[in-house]
């Protein structure tokens, strides 16, 4: 392999899947394989074979799948101590999984050997032998896992490394140092790779785990003293504090450290397959993940912006657009009038900025603000403030008056929440009623009822996320209450916010401000359809 | 400074306050600095003066708090291009915010001087100058953050080190070398601190972001490298990505690389501070969190699970315990035993820890976290929860019914909600009716309207806090909701946790609980003033 490529491994579906909360369907893992394939990453670890029979008829699925680069790889143990390769039910199980590279862990910690799986020495390095020799004789691609091999290497220096020789000698074609529980500090993992990149010469690779929150610059380190496989998952899910994350290790090795993985095309895909993959683990990335969240490239500063608008890279380090992210300038009171002419353009890209509206609608935005709202990651009632102040805006219906009741205890239940609304679109009266979990969720049901009877596009419209803030807190519940609610038509997603002292009327504001938002971007799809 | 001294350094209310969504009242910053102190983190960035009135008045009520032994620190810019020090109205803010403490932030990066702020590099010597010298006359403990040192030193390397000899001949005690974009790597890190090491003989310091998912990873290097001082925020927030998450480098520093840093007693409260200080931001820390998340200690994998009974060390780089955290096992729920003894421990001190209550106890707890309950600052519920399994406990009255009604439009008003309740105590029936901003305060006004007719000491206790979080976001209104109410008679505060799909109900749990909890109290201290 070139010195300046390194291989890129994916354990989203084996150790990924110990995350907690982490569970996958077949078809879930379908859908991963195929979105790490197109983003090319070279091995894809697929599971444990031998010790789940889920992960065995997902091996035999997978055989129908057509991938275009991507290697799928097969995980499990060194055999059992003291049996025959041949006989170990666990190997068998890896061989009829019909994956052509294999992964072998096993132990390299001295203290593993004895106090957990209980046998000797000589006989775990037997059994890393015997292993990968049987499947080099299947004509397998052997990984070797060498784990815990920094705290191993630690206590036992010369075991540690006698482990890897012997999985050298065996035929493996990769060792891995895993640094399993993730305590290795970023120094300590690079002296020490540099030690056996002077006694290994086969390729070697590095496993992190994030428990110090160190697993990216950690499987960095590895690489800059010789390492030319990372393994990590893709969005950084894994057991306790998870595994090391891709996302962030793959642009910082293309884009800071000139290696040879993907090509351009997939680096521009790295945002929208994160988050593609997030969904499918049913996670929520969090905004501050490093390049691929909502907020990695948001500026909220005033001076921040201002430099930022001057030259990206005063508070950029590299351009959002390489891994496919974008720029954002957060509408908060810290900032000023240029940060909303952004905003404007986006919607009416000729607006110059002394037209009147624009001052009207920074005084708008200000004195929402004061009353409480927050616009930051509240793009759908940005929008609306701003039509609403231009005149592009005409409201799609009419409330005449809503009831909530809610009752304790109501019949069988402990507690019961109603909501009657009436409302008037073009001139047609429509009442209606619906019951749900809390005095919020009933009036979303009522008034979507009640819509959907003139706007069915609404049916593909759902909320995503609800969040409440209370506002000074300290008038405890006679504090103003800050909604933000996230919606989505399966496509895209938006936010909008409402504010009130009643948490039903803020939930109100910001439930119409998404309905009409959802309705204004259908109206303008088909205009675009049109001309 | 001793060698293996390192100084904390946190800046949640003034770079933390840039993440998205993060927006503090007066009442959370308080908050927010005696929870620091408590930690005894070295200095407290409570805000820029100069550029924000709201954290001026700050700084003035902060006169007014007693702190242990935190420094409060105040942030602002040089004096502006070509004018005077005694003249820049930013610095006449810094002084009379009060702070001992001061941080000039200057530029350290060519580029920045000549194409942001636009002046000469010569002229930005001179304003780093002039701005120490004349903050250092007024008796001022200066800190210099030389902005964009690290990308600074890539371009200049001579006039990156000129800006902060510049610093120290005019009298600053520490120079910060900022990684403001977070773009730098662990190793670059390292060798250019060192570097600076060798030519500037005050204190060190590192600011770094996490743009790469290595602020914490760079600042461990820095430190190794020489620095002594590390800024971050405790929990991570700020502008992009974050900065530096100073929960993962405190036990780091301190575990593993052995420095002298707070006390050990302190580093037992790190997990429960982050949770509170994320409660206070109203953020929800991730599960993965390094050493503070929930799943920090979790373990899935049977395997794993079975190695970590043997013998902890085989999956855990620390013992949880020294942070203040827990192991948890997501399969089988054991442990936490003997942290819930203490708890029963605190209202009957004699009991056994092999009592049958005690493991009731703790099966409730554990029940109650499963659908979604937190105990950390909820300690009136924990207490009701052991009274009611131990048998101390007897209901204050009985519900009879409450009904809530929203109404929109209501007469001239927008909305209006009204509370009626149905209560008996002792055998004596009491319906009363309340309105209020929003269902919950109307049902906080009617029941105690309706107890206070039998018990009018409650006259005393009022909400002073009403927070409510979003449980399992994704299910948006119909997710889960937990409240969590503080309250006060003016001489103690208890807080009381209710956990619902319906808001209302929750609050209500929550409510009933804070009521009675206040009513065993006064009945505690009848007693005890009576023997």
């Known amino acids: 392999m070139a010195q300046n490529q390194v291989k890129i491994f994916d354990s989203t579906l ?42 065995m008829e997902f091996f035999k699925r997978l055989k129908d799948v057509e991938l275009k680069t991507a290697k799928v790889v097969a995980f499990g143990s060194t055999r059992k101590p003291n049996i025959n390769a041949e006989d170990d039910k666990n190997l068998k199980d890896l061989l009829s999984s019909g994956a052509d590279t294999i992964v072998i ?38 990984i070797f896992d060498a784990e815990h091999f920094y705290d191993g290497y630690k206590e036992n220096k010369d075991y540690a490394i006698a482990t890897l020789k012997a999985a050298e000698e065996a035929g493996a074609q990769v060792v891995v140092l895993c640094d399993t529980n993730g305590g290795t500090l970023p120094q300590e993992i690079y002296d020490i790779t540099k030690v056996v990149k002077g006694q290994i010469t086969i390729e070697l690779g590095i496993h992190g785990h994030d428990d110090m929150g160190m697993a990216v610059a950690n499987s960095i380190m590895a690489v800059e003293a010789g390492s030319r496989q990372v393994q990590g998952t893709f969005i950084g899910i894994g057991e306790r504090c998870g595994n090391a994350n891709l996302s962030a290790i793959i642009p910082i090795l293309k884009l800071k450290l000139g290696y040879e ?16 993959i997030a969904e499918i683990c049913n996670i929520t990335l969090t905004d501050q993940i490093p390049f691929v969240g909502s907020s990695s490239f948001a500026h909220k500063g005033g001076m921040h912006i201002d430099a930022v608008t001057k030259a990206p890279k005063s508070y950029e380090h590299i351009e959002p657009e390489l ?5 954002r300038f957060l509408v908060s009171e810290v900032s000023g009038k240029s940060t909303i002419l952004q905003e404007i353009k986006k919607i009416f890209p000729n607006i110059s900025k002394d037209d009147i509206s624009v001052q009207k609608i920074t005084d708008r935005l200000k004195e929402l603000e004061y009353e409480g709202y927050q616009f930051e990651g509240a793009e759908g009632t940005v929008e609306l403030v701003i039509r609403k102040i231009i005149g592009k805006y005409k409201p799609f219906f009419k409330l005449n008056h809503f009831k909530i009741i809610g009752e304790q205890p109501y019949g069988s239940e402990d507690f019961s ?9 073009d001139g047609q009266n429509e009442m209606t009623a619906a019951e749900g979990e809390g005095p919020v969720n ?3 049901k009522a008034i979507r009822k009640a819509l959907e009877v003139f706007y069915p596009e609404l049916k593909q419209a759902r909320l995503v996320d609800y969040k409440v803030r209370v506002l000074d807190s300290e008038n405890a519940t006679e504090a103003k209450v800050r909604v933000l609610i996230e919606s989505t038509d399966g496509i895209e997603n938006w936010s ?29 799809k088909k205009v675009k359809a049109y001309f």
């Open 261 to 276: 993985i993907l090509n351009n095309n997939e680096l521009v895909n790295l945002t929208k397959s994160a988050r593609y």
């Open 417 to 425: 929440s109603t909501a009657v609304i009436n409302i008037t679109v």
């Open 496 to 524: 909008t916010v409402g504010v009130s002292r009643d948490v039903i009327q803020a939930s109100w504001i910001a439930l119409v401000d998404s309905i009409e938002y959802k309705l204004i971007k259908d109206i303008e």
């Open 105 to 142: 862990f096993g132990k390299a910690w001295d203290f593993q050997v004895t106090d957990i799986i209980k046998t000797s020495l000589d006989e775990n390095i037997e059994m890393i032998k015997d292993t990968i020799k049987y499947l080099c004789k299947k004509k397998k691609e052997v």
């Open 14 to 55: 084996r150790d990924g899947a110990q995350g907690q909360g982490i569970s996958f369907s077949l078809e879930d893992k379908i859908k991963i394989v195929k979105a790490l394939d197109d983003m090319q990453i070279d091995y894809i670890e697929a599971g444990n074979p031998g010790s789940n029979p889920k992960d």
């Open 323 to 327: 891994v496919g992210n974008k720029r």
């Open 442 to 444: 009933a009036l979303d």
